[in-house]
C-alpha cells in the first residue's frame, strides 16, 4: 500500500512552545490529508482536512488557530501546535488520500506537553 | 452524518481460534468499508476494505462480510497468531465524505 511518513514520533515540548509535526506522502500524490487526535485507548478524532493550495478545514471545537496547518505541496502537510500546553499532550496522526477512497495513516506522533 | 458501532470492545482469543468484530452503521449511502489495525503507538494500518457492491472479501487469513440491507459488517481473521493481537477500528464512509470510525475493538490473541 502507500507510504505516509510522520515525524517525529515523539516529542517533549515545554508549555508555551510550539511543535511542528510533518506528514508526506512517500509514493503519491496526496491533495487532500487529514490531521487526527487520539486519547489513550478511543478512536480517532477528526481534527481538520488539510487540501493542497488551500486553507484546511477544521472540524467543530477544533481552534483553527492554535493547530495551523499547512498542506504547500501535494506530498507534504504540516501541523503545528502553537502555545502548547499540557491539555494539548495526546497522540497526533496524519493519513492521506491514496488511490480512491483508501485512506493511509502515518505512524503517529505523541506529544508531550510539560 | 454517519454513526457507526462497534462491538466487542474487547475480544480474547485462543491462539489458532478464529476472532469476528462487527460494526453496524446508519448512513444507508455509505458505500466503502474499510478496517485498520493499530499497533501500540503506532498509526492506523489498512488491512481489508470492502465496497457495497461486494458481500465478501477474503485476503489470507482476514475476510469482512458486508450486509447492505441489515447494515451491518464484518471482520473474520482465522488461524489466529500473537501479531494479531492489537486495536481493530471499522470504519465507514460515503462517496466525498469524511471516513467515520467506529469505536474499536482491542484483540488479544492467548497463546
Known amino acids: 500500500g502507500a507510504v505516509v511518513s510522520q515525524h517525529p514520533s515523539w516529542v517533549i515540548c515545554k508549555s508555551g512552545t510550539s511543535v511542528k509535526i510533518e506528514c508526506r506522502s512517500l509514493?503519491?500524490?496526496?491533495?487532500?490529508m487529514f490531521w487526527y487526535r487520539q486519547f489513550p485507548k478511543q478512536s480517532l478524532m477528526l481534527m481538520a482536512t488539510?487540501?493542497?493550495?488551500?486553507?484546511?478545514?477544521?472540524e467543530q471545537g477544533v481552534e483553527k488557530d492554535k493547530f495551523l496547518i499547512n498542506h504547500a505541496s501535494l506530498t507534504l502537510s504540516t501541523l503545528t501546535v502553537t502555545s502548547a500546553h499540557p491539555e494539548d499532550s495526546s497522540f497526533y496522526i496524519c493519513s492521506a488520500l491514496g488511490g480512491g477512497e483508501k485512506l493511509f495513516f502515518g505512524s503517529g506522533t505523541q506529544l508531550s506537553v510539560l | 452524518g454517519e454513526n457507526v458501532e462497534q462491538h466487542p470492545s474487547t475480544l480474547s482469543v485462543q491462539e489458532g481460534d478464529s476472532a469476528v468484530i462487527k460494526c453496524t452503521y446508519s448512513d444507508s449511502a455509505s458505500n466503502y468499508f474499510p478496517w485498520y489495525k493499530q499497533e501500540l503507538g503506532k498509526g492506523p494500518q489498512l488491512i481489508i476494505d470492502?465496497?457495497?457492491?461486494?458481500g465478501e472479501k477474503k485476503d489470507q487469513r482476514i475476510a469482512v462480510t458486508l450486509n447492505k440491507t441489515a447494515k451491518h459488517f464484518s471482520l473474520h481473521i482465522t488461524e489466529t497468531q500473537p501479531e494479531d493481537s492489537a486495536v481493530y477500528f471499522c470504519?465507514?464512509?460515503?462517496?466525498?465524505?469524511?471516513?467515520?470510525f467506529g469505536t474499536g475493538t482491542r484483540l488479544t490473541i492467548i497463546p
Open positions: 470492502i465496497r457495497s457492491n461486494v
Open positions: 488539510s487540501n493542497e493550495g488551500s486553507k484546511a478545514t477544521y
Open positions: 470504519a465507514a464512509v460515503r462517496l466525498n465524505e469524511k471516513l467515520t
Open positions: 509514493d503519491f500524490q496526496a491533495t487532500t
